[in-house]
């Protein structure tokens, strides 16, 4: 793989997180509830999620969701379902009302909410496993940048690892964004503010999922 390739997918992955889909969103959903660090967590399931999709794209298991209706609309009415309860249960959680077993605690000296890593990991990694364009996006996307005359895993290696690298600093930054108007939010609405805004970002990254439409290559075969 040239370098020349290589810039040039960087270039397109870098234009494709940075518009705000999902994963973003939760990430941003994540950081005004519990801070930045915390969400470090998120960031890692997505891209665990994202490098799942590779391998499954690359031994071919993506040309289910490229060519199959049924089973696109199934993976991507499944994340939307957990997007939307998932926000719901945000939107109307009572901030004020603390519990130690809960898992939804108030740190005192910061105002963010306690939760357990694994919570944001698997949060995180079901939103992204959740979006079934992704493992049909890195099926059509891969094969583009990829030489056919010089070792495959390499390349595919190359090209999974800047993905990865470019879409957990984009969620980042994202999130850290979002955590520094926290406080600007709970001085403009009190603590339930944090929560109606962290449920209303996550009702409207499902919106987006469900929005998404299936492949070319399957609306050119339903009829």
Same mark, same amino acid.
């Given at each position: ?68 209706? @049924?089973? +696109?609309? /199934? ?5 939307? !379902? ?5 926000? $719901?249960?945000?939107? =109307? ?29 698997? @949060?995180? +990694?079901? /939103? ?5 364009? !992704? ?5 059509? $996307?891969?094969?583009? =940048? ?78």
């Amino acid at each position: 793989m040239s370098f020349e390739i290589w810039l040039s997918f960087s270039f397109l992955v870098f234009l494709l997180v940075l518009t705000p889909g999902p994963s973003v969103l939760i990430g941003m959903s994540h950081a005004l509830r519990y801070g930045a660090r915390p969400t470090l967590m998120t960031a890692l399931g997505d891209v665990t999620a994202n490098m799942i999709q590779m391998v499954i794209a690359a031994v071919g298991l993506g040309a289910l969701l490229a060519t199959s209706a @049924e089973a +696109f609309a /199934v993976v991507k009415w499944c994340g939307v !379902a957990f997007l939307l309860v998932i926000g $719901l249960m945000s939107f =109307f959680r009572k901030s004020k009302v603390i519990k130690d077993k809960t898992g939804i605690e108030t740190k005192k000296s910061t105002g963010y909410e306690v939760a357990s890593r694994r919570k944001l990991f698997r @949060e995180g +990694f079901l /939103v992204a496993a959740g979006n079934p364009k !992704a493992i049909a996006f890195f099926g059509a $996307l891969f094969p583009q =940048f990829v030489d056919p005359t010089a070792p495959l895993a390499p390349q595919l290696l190359i090209l999974g690892a800047t993905f990865v690298v470019l879409d957990y600093t984009f969620v980042m930054i994202y999130a850290m964004g979002a955590a520094r108007i926290m406080p600007w939010l709970v001085r403009r609405g009190g603590d339930n503010m944090i929560a109606r805004v962290s449920g209303g970002v996550l009702i409207i990254a499902a919106g987006l999922l469900s929005l998404i439409e299936m492949p070319e290559s399957v609306a050119g075969t339903r009829y």
